[in-house]
């Protein structure tokens, strides 16, 4: 356990229901389904990590490798709503940053809906630059800000 009380480790196909739980109370639209999250956890080429706290599932985040740009995408990060603030969020973006480094991977990006301003907040404090709007990007129609840090940062 790291000393400010979490376990952070790769996702288990028995955390999926754990996952969705967390899924259904952080996003509106665009959830990701069970055989979704089995792929990512499973199959995909990437990593899944998974945060828990006082022994539950508190977060998680996915990471994809761009097999044609060797880019680490963070696909997904969220954090259960009663576990936000405490560094939880911040925690899994490191991890996504030493996975990086340790497979040998420059740069990150990711996508975040422009309205996102809490996730905007976090990832411009981390190093991430904007790069450019993805018009029409999210099924309801808005937009993304598309965003890149290099993980030596
Ligand atoms: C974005 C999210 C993952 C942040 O997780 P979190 O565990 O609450 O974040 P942390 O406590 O680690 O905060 C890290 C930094 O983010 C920023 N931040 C987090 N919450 C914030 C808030 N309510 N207001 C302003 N800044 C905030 C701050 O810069 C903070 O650093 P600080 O505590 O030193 O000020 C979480 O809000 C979430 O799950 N949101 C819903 C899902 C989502 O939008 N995912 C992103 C999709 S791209």
Redesign the pocket.
Known sequence: MDKRGYILRGAMMTDISAIMA?EQL??ADDRFTKQQFAYLISHAKGWFYVIEYQNKI??YISLLTNVRTHYLR?Y??????E???????????EQAFKTARENKIKTIT????IC????I??????GFKAISIKTNYYHDGSDALYMQRHSTE
Request: positive net charge.
């Open positions: 967390i952080c996003f508190a977060g963070i997904s990060i969220a954090i259960h709503p576990k936000r603030g405490m560094g939880l969020g911040q925690a899994l973006l990711l996508e975040v809906n996102n301003r809490i996730a907040i976090l990832y411009k404090s981390n």
